[in-house]
C-alpha cells in the first residue's frame, strides 16, 4: 500500500486535479491519498490557505466578509464545474465557508488554525465527490474520523503519538481510496489545530508509518529535489537518490519542496519517500532512503539556504573558561519563550542563531539587556540581516581540503563568512553570511562542485 499526498500547486484547478485522479487510477496501491488545499495557478495567484487567513482576520475585527467568502468559494467552485458537480455539492462547500464565523472557538488562534484546515478539509472533501461521481469507490476520512491527535500551539502543533494506534485500529478495504485532508490534527479537547505552513508533507508521513505504507509518494509541480533551488540556480541538477539526513539539513535550511518535520515519522517506519511531479508522473522524481548501505555519487549532494535568520554575536576573553556562561543564555532565552536555532562558538566567542520569525524589536531589546547585566560581555552585537547556507553531502564525511574548496571562491568574491560550523553533523557544513550575499554564496559554490 501507498501514501500519495499531492501539494497545493498539484491540486490548483480543475485540469490539475484531473491528472491527480489519473495517477490515483494508474496504481490501485495508491490507496491513501493526501491532498491539500488549492494552491496558486500562477505566479500572481494567492493560495487558498492565504485566503483563509485574510477571512480568519476579518472575522476576528469583526469586519465584511462578504468579499472573502466569494473569493473562496470561486476556488473551489472553479474546480467543481470542471467536473459537472451538482450545486447541491457545491452549496454544501459554501455554506461550511460561510458558516465558519458562527462556530465558537477557545481563542483567536484555535479560530485561525480552524479556518485554515477548511482549505485542505473542503478540497479533500470535493475529490471525494468528483471521484465519486466518476464511479470510484472512495471515502472522505477526516483527521477527527481516524483520530489524528496532536498537541502543542494550535498553529504549529505536533502529532501525538496515539495517533499511531489510532490508525492501526483502522480497517481499509484495499478496494477502496481513502480520501485524507492534510495539515491538521485535532487536539486532545476536540479543537482543530493546524502543523506549521506546508504542513500536509507531515499529514502524509504520518499515515504512510501508521498505515505501514511500502511506499510515501510526494507529489509536488518539479520533476525531482533539486541539488540548489531552482529560482536560485537555474538548471541545477536533479537529485535521483538522497538520504533521510540529507533531506533533513537540506529541507531545515531552505529546500521547500519538502517540509523538514514531514520526514520523522517515515524515518520512524523506515519508509522511503518519493517525490514526484504531478504533471510527469513517469519520471522517477527523488527518492529519500535510510542510510544503510547508501552509497554516496557526489561529494556534494545540495547547496540550501536560508535568509530569515538574526543573530547575536558576544566576545569575552576566557568565554572558554568562565562556567555557566552558555547556561545563563540558555536561561535567559528560556525565560523568553525564545528557542535558539545554532550556537556555534570560539574559546572567547560566541554566536547565537535565531530565526527572525521568533522575536520581534520588544523582544530582542530585553534579551540584549539581560544578557548584558548577567554575563557583561566585552562586545555585544546583534545581527539582524543574518542568512545560512547548509552545503550537504553523505559524500563529505572525512573530506580533508572541502572546507578550502568551499571557502576559496567565495573569498575570491569577496564574500564576507560571518560563521563556518563542521563537524556537528559529519555530512553539513554550516555557513553564516549577510543576506544580500546568500544567493551568491549558493550560486558560487554550486558552480565549484557541479559545473
Ligand atoms: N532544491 C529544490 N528542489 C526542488 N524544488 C525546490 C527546491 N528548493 C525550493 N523548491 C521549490 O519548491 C517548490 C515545491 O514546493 P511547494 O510549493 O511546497 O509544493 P506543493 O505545492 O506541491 O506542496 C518548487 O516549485 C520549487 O520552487
Ligand atoms: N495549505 C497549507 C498546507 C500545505 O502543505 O500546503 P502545500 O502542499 O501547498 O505546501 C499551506 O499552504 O501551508
Known sequence: MKVAKFGGSSVASGAKIAQV????????????????????????????????IKYANLTLR????????????????????YFDLSMQGLNEI???????????????????????????????KLLTMIMKKQGF????????????????????????????????NLELDPTEKIIFP?????????????????????TGAILARGFTAELYENFTDVD????????????????SKMTYREMRELSYAGFSVFHDEALIPAIQAQIPVNVKNTQHPERPGTMIVPETNFKAQHTITGIAGGKNFAALYLHKYLLNKGAGFTLKILQILDQ?????????????????????????????????????????????????????????????????????????????????????????SQISIMIGTRRGDAEEVIRTIYQTFFN
Open 224 to 239: 525531482a529535489i533539486f541539488s540548489a533551488n531552482p529560482a536560485i540556480v537555474s538548471h541545477p541538477q536533479p537529485i
Open 182 to 202: 492534510g495539515f491538521y490534527g485535532i487536539s486532545p479537547s476536540g479543537n482543530i489545530a493546524t502543523f506549521s505552513r506546508g504542513g500536509s508533507d507531515i
Open 336 to 424: 523568553h519563550k525564545v528557542a535558539y536555532e545554532h550556537m556555534p562558538s570560539g574559546i572567547d566567542d560566541i554566536t547565537i542563531i535565531f530565526k527572525k520569525e521568533d522575536l520581534n524589536a520588544e523582544l530582542i531589546d530585553q534579551i540584549c539587556n539581560e544578557i548584558q547585566v548577567s554575563l557583561n560581555p566585552d562586545q555585544m552585537q546583534w545581527i539582524d540581516d543574518y542568512a545560512i547556507t547548509m552545503v550537504v553531502g553523505e559524500g563529505m564525511r572525512d573530506k580533508l581540503s572541502l572546507c578550502a574548496s568551499i571557502l576559496y571562491p567565495l573569498g575570491q568574491k569577496n564574500i564576507s563568512i560571518q560563521m563556518i560550523n563542521q563537524g556537528a
Open 94 to 124: 459554501k455554506a461550511l465557508i460561510n458558516d465558519l464565523p458562527t462556530h465558537t472557538f477557545p481563542n483567536r488562534d484555535y479560530l485561525m488554525a480552524a479556518f485554515k484546515a477548511h482549505g485542505e478539509f473542503l478540497n479533500a
Open 62 to 81: 469583526k469586519q465584511n466578509c462578504e468579499k472573502i467568502q466569494a473569493q473562496i468559494y470561486a476556488r473551489y467552485a472553479e474546480i467543481g464545474k
Open 21 to 52: 485522479i489519473n495517477i490515483l487510477n494508474n496504481d490501485n496501491k495508491r490507496q491513501v491519498v493526501v491532498v491539500s488545499a488549492p494552491g496558486k495557478r500562477s505566479k500572481s495567484d494567492t493560495k487558498v490557505t492565504d485566503l483563509l
Open 137 to 168: 469507490k472512495v471515502r472522505l476520512l477526516t483527521p477527527r474520523q481516524a483520530g489524528l491527535v496532536v498537541t502543542g500551539s494550535p498553529n504549529d502543533a505536533s502529532v501525538n503519538p496515539e495517533t499511531y494506534v489510532n490508525l492501526r
